[in-house]
């Protein structure tokens, strides 16, 4: 008998089992469930056949800065059937219990990385665009009166301080301490910690940068520099180049000038997904800055979440959703662009049908948006 529903304890082992059909080994897996403080075992969701686990859903507690505010994030990862157990629909199923608790469980968003996005998009997942580059890059041309030099574990505390810093108003990044930076170089298997950094004084950074060997390419995991430092990131890339080696690199748009045109090689597709779980909980982060961009004056639109549209009012008393919708509402996969990039952003909405784009604009300027490759899940 099929039986839904979040895992415990004693599931893990099998979990770990099922997770091998996506053809990698069991080691590939186990940090992300040993290593991880993060994870308790509620946060697996399994399909059942009596005693076997068929089907696997994680969900990634996070909090993610959102356009000045801070959101209760739901990541979703580890998505796999079993192989003898495919084509009958497990996944949807799972998914659809996976829905229901997220949006009842004070997830305000939900993220996700996918090359099949047709399966999330049923339940109320939206593409997001997302620019990740190959480059090539030679260090020579990377020139910088910064001297960049190998970090060590003393310098852990430090980069942590300056990326709570720089990252303090970058939309789609994560807030993490030192447990978190830990359990991410067991998950991606970082071995030998390869941080590379520019020093301000004896205890504290200017800039760093991680890295990691991924095939034929150095990956840049995250880069820490403040909002607009070109020069800095630019040294930090060229620190971070390898002979015969490209770079896969993605910047917030602060500081995306580090990278020269002629540079790229490859840009790759996104395969972000995003929905919205909660517009009550996601107005309530983000309604200060609404608020502040509006002054004396009030301004009406409406969007769409994953249940459907919702009208967001913003007045001098506050962001507050309004039960009277005046405009159509702007449809799923711009409203969630719009949220994440703002309206002028090159990477938001395409606003020229809407007669409201005016009001859109003033509400949602652009944001220094980013996804570090290190926190996704």
Same mark, same amino acid.
Request: proline residues 6%; contains cysteine.
């Given at each position: 008998?099929l039986? /839904? ?8 082992e ?14 590939? /897996? +186990?940090?992300y ?5 993060s994870y308790?075992? +509620?946060h ?7 005693a ?7 969900i990634?507690p ?8 801070? @959101? ?23 998914l ?9 469980? %004070?997830?305000a968003?939900? #993220? #996700?990385w ?18 990740? *580059? ?7 041309t ?9 970090g ?8 942590? $301080? ?12 994560? &807030?993490?301490g030192?447990d ?6 067991w998950?991606l =298997? +970082?071995? %030998?910690? %390869?941080?590379r ?7 504290s950074?200017?800039g ?10 150095? !990956?840049?995991?995250?880069l820490?520099?403040?909002p607009?430092? @070109? ?13 015969a080696?490209r ?5 917030p ?6 990278? *020269? =045109? ?5 840009? *790759?597709?996104? !395969? *972000?997904m ?5 517009p009550?909980?996601l ?8 608020? +502040?961009?509006?002054?004396?004056? $009030? ?10 549209? /919702?009208?967001l009012? @913003?007045?001098?008393s506050? $962001? ?9 509402p #702007? ?7 719009? &949220?994440f ?10 606003l020229e049908?809407?007669?409201?784009? $005016?009001?859109?604009?003033?509400? /949602? ?8 490759? @290190?926190?996704?899940f």
């Open positions: 008998m039986r /839904f529903g979040p895992a415990a304890l004693g599931d893990i099998a979990i770990l089992d099922l997770l091998t059909h996506y053809d990698m080994p069991r080691a590939a /897996f +186990e940090p469930y040993r290593k991880d403080s308790r075992p +509620e697996s969701w399994i399909a059942r056949d009596n076997e686990i068929l089907a696997h859903v994680r990634y996070r909090r993610m800065r959102l356009d000045g505010g801070v @959101v209760r994030m739901a990541g979703i990862g580890n998505v796999v059937t079993a192989r003898h157990a495919r084509g009958r629909g497990l996944v949807r199923a799972l659809e219990r996976v829905v229901e608790h997220v949006d009842t469980d %004070d997830y968003l939900s #993220l #996700l996918t090359h099949v996005p047709g399966v999330y998009a049923t339940h109320g997942w939206r593409p997001l665009p997302q620019e990740s *580059l190959i480059v090539q890059v030679d260090a020579a990377h020139p910088g009166e910064e001297a960049v030099e190998p060590t574990e003393h310098d852990v505390d430090a980069a942590l $301080a300056l990326q709570e810093i720089a990252d303090a108003h970058r939309t789609g990044t994560l &807030l993490r030192r978190e930076w830990d359990t991410q170089r998950r =298997d +970082e071995g %030998d910690l %390869d941080l950094v520019v020093r301000q004084t004896t205890d950074l200017r760093y940068v991680r890295t990691r060997i991924r095939g034929e390419d150095v !990956q840049v995991l995250e820490g520099a403040m607009g430092d @070109v020069p800095l990131a630019r040294a930090l890339l060229g620190a971070s180049s390898r002979p080696r770079l896969h690199v993605t910047l748009p602060s500081l995306r000038a580090a990278v *020269l =045109d002629h540079e790229i090689v490859e840009q *790759l597709p996104s !395969q *972000l995003v929905r919205v779980c909660s009550e909980l107005v309530h982060a983000i309604g200060g800055a609404l608020q +502040e961009r509006v002054g004396a004056s $009030a301004e009406t639109v409406s969007l769409w979440g994953a249940s459907g549209p /919702f009208t009012t @913003v007045d001098a506050g $962001a507050r959703l309004d039960s009277v919708s005046r405009t159509t #702007l449809d799923g996969a711009r409203s969630c662009s719009l &949220l990039y703002g309206a002028a952003a090159p990477m938001g909405p395409n049908d809407r007669p409201d784009a $005016a009001r859109l604009r003033r509400l /949602f300027p652009p944001q220094d948006t980013v996804f570090w490759p @290190v926190d996704r």
